[in-house]
């Protein structure tokens, strides 16, 4: 069950060298659900904005800067895509700098293939908890709107509270004590 999550998810791989990018996608195709390719970053930008992954693994190699810009950009679009950089880079300046885009991982070349799956499976599982998360607040979101609406519907005068917080007041109680929200009414 170790890929349970990453089956879920698409991913975006960028990566220059033809020699590692074709073994390192094909054992990617392996774990995740949809897999697009990028062999520099000009394109990998493109992929990103025409599908969206889920998440994001860049091999930064030569030209950092060039990987940089495109950290730069796709946060700009996406403050919450999970990125992975593999690197063989050992220089702590470019290891901070990439952390300023709030990258969830930094792999190390050479790549162990067993920590490269794992990272990628953590971050799906962290993808999946926060899609379920978003589901569920809006769930709240959308029971609170109809519990407003229901009890708005009322001609009686009802408030909700737990004795030290108002959770819902409808229309009638509003217009009982002229005031347009529950707000006016703690300040009374």
Same mark, same amino acid.
């Given at each position: 069950m ?19 990018r ?18 520099n ?34 946060r ?34 050479? %790549? &162990?293939?067993?920590? +490269? =799956?794992?990272? /990628?499976?953590?971050n799906? #599982? ?7 998360? !978003? ?5 709240? %979101? &959308?029971?609170?709107? +109809? =519990?407003?609406? /229901?009890?708005?519907?009322? #001609? ?7 004795? !030290?917080?108002i ?22």
């Amino acid at each position: 069950m170790r890929d349970r999550y990453s089956k879920e998810i698409s991913m975006l791989y960028i990566e220059k060298n033809n020699v590692i990018r074709k073994p390192i996608s094909m054992l990617l195709k392996k774990v995740v659900k949809k897999l697009y390719l990028a062999s520099n970053e000009n394109d990998g930008f493109y992929l990103f904005l025409k599908y969206r992954p889920s998440l994001v693994l860049i091999d930064i190699s030569t030209n950092e800067i060039n990987y940089i810009a495109i950290l730069k950009q796709i946060r700009e679009i996406d403050s919450e895509v999970s990125i992975i950089i593999i690197s063989a880079h050992n220089e702590n300046k470019l290891i901070l700098k990439c952390l300023e885009f709030n990258i969830h991982n930094y792999i190390k070349r050479p %790549i &162990n293939k067993n920590f +490269l =799956l794992k990272s /990628i499976e953590n971050n799906a #599982k962290m993808i999946y908890v926060n899609k379920i998360n !978003k589901y569920q607040q809006n769930e709240i %979101i &959308n029971q609170k709107i +109809l =519990l407003q609406n /229901i009890i708005d519907s009322q #001609k009686e005068m009802i408030i909700v509270t737990d004795f !030290k917080e108002i959770s819902f007041m409808n229309d009638s109680f509003l217009n009982f004590f002229k005031i347009s929200n529950s707000e006016e009414f703690k300040k009374k």
